[in-house]
C-alpha cells in the first residue's frame, strides 16, 4: 500500500500543481472580466449604453425631408436618389433640431463632385465617371449639372 502511495507520488504532485493553476485562472479571469459580459450574449453589455452615450451627428433624410421637400423632390427626380443628404452636406442633426442653430456647410462642389466621379480604374466600369482634367476642366460642375438632379 505505502510503495504504492510511493509510485503515485509523482502523478499526484503535478495534478497538485495542476489544480492550483486552474484555480489561480479562475480567480485571475473573475477578477478582468468585466461585470456585465454574458449578460446579453458574448460581449460586455454596459457597452451598448457607452455606445448609447455618443453624441449624434448625423440626423438620417427622413429628418431633412420635413422642411427640404423641393431639394428632396429634386434629388429622387435623378440619379443622385440613391445619395443621402449628409453625405454631401456632412452630418447636420444639429441644424435639423434647430436650423437657426448652425447651417451645414456647402463643401467646395468641385472637391466633392471628383470624390465619387473622379475615374479611376479601380472603379466599377458602370459607374459615371469623368477625368476632370478633360471634362471641362476649369469649369465648374454646377454651371452644367445641378448637384441635386445632375442630369443636363
Ligand atoms: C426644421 C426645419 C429644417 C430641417 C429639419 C432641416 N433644415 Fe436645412 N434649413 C432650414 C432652414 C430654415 C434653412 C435656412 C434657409 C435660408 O437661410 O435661406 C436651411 C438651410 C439649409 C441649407 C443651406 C445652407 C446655406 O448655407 O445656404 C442646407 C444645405 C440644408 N439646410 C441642409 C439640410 C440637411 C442636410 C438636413 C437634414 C439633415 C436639413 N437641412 C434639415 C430648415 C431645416
Ligand atoms: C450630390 C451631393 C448632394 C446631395 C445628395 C444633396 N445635396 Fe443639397 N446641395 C449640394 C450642393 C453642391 C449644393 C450647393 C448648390 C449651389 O451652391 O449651387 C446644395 C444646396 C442645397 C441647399 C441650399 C438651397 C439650394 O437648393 O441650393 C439645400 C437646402 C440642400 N442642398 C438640401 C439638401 C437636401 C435636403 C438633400 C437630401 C434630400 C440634399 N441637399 C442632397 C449637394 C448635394
Ligand atoms: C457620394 C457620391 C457622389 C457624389 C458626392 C456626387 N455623385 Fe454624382 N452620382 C453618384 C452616383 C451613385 C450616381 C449614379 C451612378 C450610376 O448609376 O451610374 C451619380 C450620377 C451622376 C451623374 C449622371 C446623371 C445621369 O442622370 O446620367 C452626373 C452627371 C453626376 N452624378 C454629377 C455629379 C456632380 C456634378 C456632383 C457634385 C455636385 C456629384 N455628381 C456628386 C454619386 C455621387
Ligand atoms: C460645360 C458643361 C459641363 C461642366 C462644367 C461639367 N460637365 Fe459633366 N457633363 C457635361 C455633359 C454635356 C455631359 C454629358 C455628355 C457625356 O456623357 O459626355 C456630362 C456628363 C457627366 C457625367 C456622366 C458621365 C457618363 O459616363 O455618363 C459625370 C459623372 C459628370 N459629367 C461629372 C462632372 C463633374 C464632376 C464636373 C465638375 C468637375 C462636371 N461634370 C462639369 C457637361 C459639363
Redesign the pocket.
Known amino acids: 500500500m505505502f510503495s504504492n502511495w510511493k509510485e503515485a507520488a509523482h502523478l499526484i504532485r503535478p495534478a497538485i500543481v495542476f489544480l492550483i493553476g486552474l484555480g489561480l485562472f479562475a480567480v485571475a479571469r473573475k477578477a478582468v472580466i468585466p461585470p456585465t459580459f454574458g449578460q446579453y450574449g458574448h460581449y460586455r453589455a454596459a457597452a451598448l449604453d457607452d455606445i448609447r452615450r455618443k453624441p449624434i451627428h448625423?440626423?438620417?433624410?427622413d429628418?431633412?425631408?420635413?422642411?427640404?421637400t423641393d431639394?428632396l423632390k429634386v434629388r429622387n427626380a435623378g440619379l443622385h436618389r440613391t445619395i443621402a443628404?449628409?453625405a454631401?452636406?456632412?452630418?447636420?442633426?444639429i441644424?435639423?433640431?434647430?436650423?437657426?442653430k448652425s447651417?451645414?456647410?456647402?463643401t467646395a462642389i468641385a472637391a466633392l463632385c471628383t470624390r465619387c466621379h473622379e475615374a479611376n480604374p479601380a472603379k466599377p466600369a458602370w459607374f459615371k465617371q469623368v477625368s476632370t482634367a478633360s471634362h471641362n476642366a476649369g469649369t465648374s460642375c454646377e454651371i452644367c449639372h445641378q448637384p441635386h438632379s445632375p442630369k443636363l
Open positions: 448625423f440626423a438620417g433624410q429628418a431633412c425631408a420635413v422642411c427640404h431639394q443628404c449628409e454631401c452636406h456632412g452630418p447636420a442633426s441644424h435639423a433640431d434647430d436650423p437657426g447651417k451645414p456647410a456647402i
